[in-house]
């Protein structure tokens, strides 16, 4: 995966300078990211494997899309981008669940907007470079999933499950 240029943010989300997402992950700085929950018609969430030669979290279990924000792009527009890119789809109208802040990872520290849509017939193309499989999922078997604590899922995914379903979660609502 290529090296992206990020806005660094503060607490107050204000960027303060850009770097290189590697640069970004070695030194701990605060940056951006989104996440997307896509539904089918019958409020299932799409679930993407990530592909096993991902650097963090190879081979478990993500939200349908998971991106970071680039440098001087909105939040938004990263989650528009992101779905095109990751799921190979458009057009989809997103409502902005909430932001948070959230340490994904030793040295991934990121305020990140989560946002929901539905697919509406839609047929996702995943990226196989970056997913190795999709499937649909219920919201109970998902928190199945989780509370099997079997290390299927990122270990974001679980605490941003846990936040959507009102539950404790490891990360600050903003």
Excluded at 69 to 81: K, N, Q
Excluded at 95 to 116: A, C, F, H, T, W
Excluded at 143 to 170: H, P, S, T
Aim: charged share 25%; aromatic share 8%; with cysteine.
């Amino acid at each position: 995966m290529p090296d992206e240029l990020l806005d660094v943010v503060d607490a107050a989300d204000e960027v303060t300078g850009q770097a290189l997402r590697s640069l970004a992950h070695q030194q701990g700085l605060l940056h951006r990211g989104v996440h997307v929950f896509l539904f089918n018609e019958r409020g299932e969430m799409l679930v993407q494997k990530r592909s096993a030669d991902r650097a963090n979290s190879p081979s478990l279990w993500d939200c349908s899309v998971s991106e970071h924000v680039r440098a001087g792009e909105g939040y938004l527009e990263a989650a528009i981008r992101g779905i095109q890119e990751e799921m190979g789809v458009g057009g989809i109208e997103l409502s902005l669940r909430g932001k948070i802040q959230m340490e994904y990872g030793p040295n991934d520290n990121e305020i990140s907007e989560v946002y929901e849509g539905r697919l509406e017939g839609r047929e996702p193309q995943f990226d196989p470079g970056e997913i190795s499989e999709i499937k649909f999922m219920s919201l109970e078997e998902i928190q199945a999933g989780i509370a099997d604590e079997n290390g299927k899922y990122c270990y974001w995914f679980v605490q941003l499950m846990n936040w959507y379903m009102g539950r404790a979660a490891a990360l600050k609502e903003l």
